[in-house]
């Protein structure tokens, strides 16, 4: 089992910003591949603590984590937030986060050479909807998307501006002295490489357009709106570059009887007057098909009853929700003369005035009971 962010980084969930950035930096100092050279142990801690920091910095993926733990960053093996169970290599990373290292390690390029850093390339992002079944269920979907790759015949050369490098280094006098500074090449940016040769389909980066089908696994429990990301399955950037990622926004189908609530459905059942009175089995839809329920004798229009782990999974993997199924007892329209005669005899009985037990809950109180 992953271990979780916070302890990663020795942090609490109240951390801001700042003291998330400064535990990072002590973490990525301390397992620096420079400081710990042929180390695997530090180098997985490395990985881990650049993970955690990537989802934690970042507000909308911070909050993901916090509600679903690391199921929020993981579809069958692709995360959509994290690293996607360790599939970003040690490039990546100084790619991303080099900046935090500031001159400790060479300008934070990798290996403390301050070499080319490898360019990610732009990621996509596409909506998949699903019906209430997939979402219970879990499915794998297969989408074609439209992504930039390199084209077969391209070749790149090493850019003249940086050398290689990925970088320019700047000298500027100030009244302390001489100071340093490196910033990403303008040239290449920071691929450290350059169009050599390029076929005449390809654009003026060596790029074409390539419809390619992605196979996305979407786990059990997803919510509308969630995003999913498939590593490496956006566009490929120019050079010795890394392709972007692709960004799945879960669009949730209307289910035409249940309503979802969270991890619970609820089930609106009408019965008529005289099946209220006399009490009646029902088959009801459920997400996974029929189910069948015993109404007794006498059943009240509100009354709620409860269907346990038949709603939605957690995606979280703790169980699943319930179906309620809220009873409403139809009261007829239009009668006929000898029905209507029926109740005129019995608008007096004494079975027909109305006469609540103590233990009938309030509507209101079937609310708070529905939310607790």
Same mark, same amino acid.
């Given at each position: 089992?992953?271990?979780?962010?916070?302890?990663?980084?020795?942090?609490?969930?109240?951390?801001?910003?700042?003291?998330?950035?400064?535990?990072?930096?002590?973490?990525?100092?301390?397992?620096?591949?420079?400081?710990?050279?042929?180390?695997?142990?530090?180098?997985?801690?490395?990985?881990?603590?650049?993970?955690?920091?990537?989802?934690?910095?970042?507000?909308?993926?911070?909050?993901?984590?916090?509600?679903?733990?690391?199921?929020?960053?993981?579809?069958?093996?692709? !995360?959509? +937030? *994290? =690293?996607? &169970? /360790? #599939?970003? %290599?040690?490039?990546?990373?100084? @790619?991303?986060?080099?900046?935090?290292?500031?001159?400790?390690? !060479?300008? +934070? *390029? =990798?290996? &403390? /050479? #301050?070499? %080319?850093?490898?360019?990610?390339? @732009?990621?996509?992002?596409?909506?998949?909807?699903?019906?209430?079944?997939?979402?219970?269920?879990?499915?794998?979907?297969?989408?074609?998307?439209?992504?930039?790759?390199?084209?077969?015949?391209?070749?790149?050369?090493?850019?003249?501006?940086?050398?290689?490098?990925?970088?320019?280094?700047?000298?500027?006098?100030?009244?302390?002295?001489?100071?340093?500074?490196?910033?990403?090449?303008?040239?290449?940016?920071?691929?450290?490489?350059?169009?050599?040769?390029?076929?005449?389909?390809?654009?003026?980066?060596?790029?074409?357009?390539?419809?390619?089908?992605?196979?996305?696994?979407?786990?059990?429990?997803?919510?509308?709106?969630?995003?999913?990301?498939?590593?490496?399955?956006?566009?490929?950037?120019?050079?010795?570059?890394?392709?972007?990622?692709?960004?799945?926004?879960?669009?949730?189908?209307?289910?035409?009887?249940?309503?979802?609530?969270?991890?619970?459905?609820?089930?609106?059942?009408?019965?008529?007057?005289?099946?209220?009175?006399?009490?009646?089995?029902?088959?009801?839809?459920?997400?996974?098909?029929?189910?069948?329920?015993?109404?007794?004798?006498?059943?009240?229009?509100?009354?709620?009853?409860?269907?346990?782990?038949?709603?939605?999974?957690?995606?979280?993997?703790?169980?699943?929700?319930?179906?309620?199924?809220?009873?409403?007892?139809?009261?007829?329209?239009?009668?006929?003369?000898?029905?209507?005669?029926?109740?005129?005899?019995?608008?007096?009985?004494?079975?027909?005035?109305?006469?609540?037990?103590?233990?009938?809950?309030?509507?209101?109180?079937?609310?708070?009971?529905?939310?607790?």
């Amino acid at each position: 089992m992953k271990k979780d962010f916070y302890e990663i980084l020795g942090i609490t969930k109240s951390a801001d910003a700042a003291e998330i950035k400064k535990a990072y930096r002590k973490k990525a100092l301390e397992f620096h591949p420079d400081k710990n050279p042929g180390n695997a142990a530090a180098e997985e801690n490395f990985k881990a603590a650049a993970e955690a920091y990537e989802v934690l910095s970042d507000p909308q993926k911070k909050a993901q984590f916090d509600r679903f733990g690391h199921q929020a960053f993981e579809n069958g093996g692709s !995360g959509h +937030g *994290g =690293f996607s &169970g /360790g #599939g970003m %290599n040690m490039e990546d990373i100084f @790619s991303q986060f080099g900046d935090i290292f500031g001159n400790s390690f !060479g300008g +934070g *390029g =990798f290996g &403390g /050479g #301050g070499g %080319n850093r490898r360019v990610k390339g @732009s990621n996509l992002r596409i909506k998949v909807k699903l019906t209430l079944e997939e979402i219970a269920n879990g499915v794998e979907k297969k989408v074609k998307v439209k992504r930039k790759v390199q084209a077969k015949g391209v070749t790149y050369k090493t850019c003249s501006t940086c050398n290689g490098q990925g970088q320019v280094m700047r000298v500027t006098n100030t009244i302390l002295g001489r100071m340093q500074s490196a910033s990403t090449c303008p040239t290449c940016g920071g691929s450290g490489q350059i169009l050599d040769r390029k076929p005449s389909e390809a654009d003026s980066q060596g790029m074409i357009l390539e419809d390619e089908t992605v196979s996305i696994k979407i786990p059990a429990g997803v919510v509308d709106g969630m995003q999913l990301k498939v590593s490496n399955k956006g566009n490929d950037a120019p050079g010795n570059s890394v392709p972007g990622d692709l960004i799945v926004a879960i669009e949730e189908i209307e289910h035409e009887f249940l309503k979802r609530e969270g991890e619970n459905l609820h089930y609106d059942l009408y019965i008529s007057f005289a099946e209220a009175v006399l009490g009646i089995s029902k088959d009801i839809s459920a997400i996974n098909g029929k189910v069948r329920i015993k109404l007794d004798e006498g059943i009240q229009s509100g009354k709620i009853l409860r269907l346990k782990g038949k709603g939605i999974p957690s995606i979280n993997g703790y169980g699943s929700g319930d179906l309620l199924v809220h009873v409403n007892v139809w009261t007829p329209k239009t009668l006929n003369k000898t029905q209507k005669q029926f109740f005129e005899q019995n608008i007096e009985d004494e079975n027909f005035i109305p006469n609540p037990e103590k233990s009938d809950k309030s509507f209101f109180e079937k609310v708070k009971d529905m939310f607790s």
